[in-house]
């Protein structure tokens, strides 16, 4: 793997840095205290292109390849975490998986609003009763022919009837369309699980945002209670009974971005932790002379390395065209819990001004810690990994 960039992905990077100083840093602390994103934002990210790199042109997309991807979702979680959370859902969890799994009308129905940011969209998977057992999940869709017999099915008439709850659901009470995975068929298990592309006008669909959460305040958190809401039959993403393939392969790339927005945060740790060290005195000295103090900003600095290259191989594994869901999982692990470290060892390094709002660190640890819960919780990729080596699995 060649570790230089090219001159377009520093471009990307550099393009990203800039508007992430203009449109976001500005604003970060006032987002956060009113729990809410300013919205408008999302047309920006929009119009700058990160709505749709690795998305093809013909669909409204910026092209670029994964790493470019991973450099720019880097620096929004530099920025906020919250921000990159809009970008890797509506991009990464729902407007690639249209791209890699969507029919041709599919495809020219969402991908212009999503890569444009006329649309946002969501992941429906998780629900109160199944997080990291997705492939229990309760939510049912069943088929209405209207009497006729049918073959069930994307490619035949018809309708589906949809009931259930989903949770914790990222850009929920923004999305115009949700990726949704519901249970069609009787199959066991995740193999009765198909997936949708439900319009969230569509009747029945309430959602309520979710407050108090520790970090992603600025984040529009949903439950989301679908109540016979009915879908043309069209609306099935990829075959009948291939929603759990279609979850699994959005979040092995999920993952990766998750990763790249952890190395972000982890990023923003070592930046402000060296800063402050250079400007705060204490015992007649700015404390970065205090050798405890650089032990640790060098543990972060070690964090924020390692993370980002595990998280450049998954990029090059894809762009290769190589398997990558083992060390995108080796990626999410590792970069969530070292953003969670890092951004912990900077709120020492600013002591009790670490602990309120007015400076970055406290934001950065509360932003960290879900990265280990979401997207498959640190267990979840490690018995994805123990299963890899071993050839046993535990689920
Ligand atoms: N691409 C395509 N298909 C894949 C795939 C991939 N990367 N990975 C698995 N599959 C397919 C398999 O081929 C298999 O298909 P068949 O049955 O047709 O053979 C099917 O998916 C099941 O695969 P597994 O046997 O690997 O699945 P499992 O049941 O063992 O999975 C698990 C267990 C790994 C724990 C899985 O349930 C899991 O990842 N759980 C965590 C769920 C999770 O991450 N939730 C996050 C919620 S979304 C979120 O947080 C978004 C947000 O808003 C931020």
């Known amino acids: 793997m060649n570790l230089e960039l090219s001159e377009e992905q520093r471009a990307v990077r550099q393009l990203a840095r800039d508007f ?127 009497g006729t017999s049918r073959s069930s099915g994307a490619e035949s008439g018809g309708e589906y009837v949809i009931n259930g709850t989903k949770m914790f659901i990222t850009n929920g009470t923004w999305a115009d369309v949700v990726l949704l995975f519901a249970r069609s068929t009787d199959a066991p298990g995740h193999k009765g699980v198909s997936a949708f592309l439900v319009p969230t006008d569509t009747p029945g669909l309430t959602r309520r945002t979710i407050h108090g959460k520790l970090g992603l305040r600025g984040q529009a958190t949903a439950e989301l209670v679908l109540a016979d809401v009915r879908v043309p039959a069209s609306a099935m993403l990829a075959p009948e009974g291939k929603g759990f393939s279609v979850a699994m392969s959005a979040l092995a790339k999920g993952r990766m971005s998750v990763a790249a927005g ?33 032990e640790l900003i060098s543990d972060i600095a070690v964090d924020v390395d390692a993370a980002r290259l595990l998280t450049w191989r998954v990029a090059d594994l894809i762009d290769r065209g190589l398997p990558f869901t083992v060390e995108s999982s080796k990626a999410k692990l590792f970069a969530s819990e070292a953003a969670v470290r890092a951004a912990n060892n900077a709120l020492q390094v600013f002591g009790g001004y670490g602990y309120i709002d007015e400076y970055p660190a406290g934001k950065l640890l509360r932003d960290a810690r879900v990265m280990t819960l979401y997207e498959g919780t640190s267990q979840i990729q490690k018995l994805v990994i123990g299963r890899a080596l071993t050839g046993v699995s535990a689920f």
Request: aromatic share 6%.
């Open 20 to 146: 992430v100083d203009r449109e976001i840093t500005p604003h970060v602390v006032a987002w956060d205290r009113a729990e809410e994103v300013d919205r408008s934002l999302v047309k920006k990210l929009g119009e700058v292109g990160f709505l749709g790199l690795t998305i093809d042109e013909e669909y409204g997309g910026s092209g670029g390849d994964h790493l470019a991807y991973c450099l720019v979702t880097e620096e929004l979680g530099r920025g906020d975490s919250s921000v990159r959370g809009i970008v890797s859902v509506s991009l990464g969890l729902v407007a690639k998986t249209i791209a890699a799994w969507g029919s041709e009308e599919q495809k020219r129905r969402w991908l212009p609003g999503l890569t444009s940011g006329a649309y946002v969209g969501c992941f429906g998977l998780t629900e109160p009763g199944t997080g990291s057992d997705a492939g229990n999940l309760a939510t049912r869709a069943v088929r209405d022919d209207g």
């Open 262 to 294: 952890c190395v972000g945060i982890a990023q923003a740790a070592l930046d402000v932790a060296v800063r402050y060290a250079g400007e705060r005195e204490q015992f007649g000295k700015t404390i970065a002379h205090h050798q405890l103090v650089q």
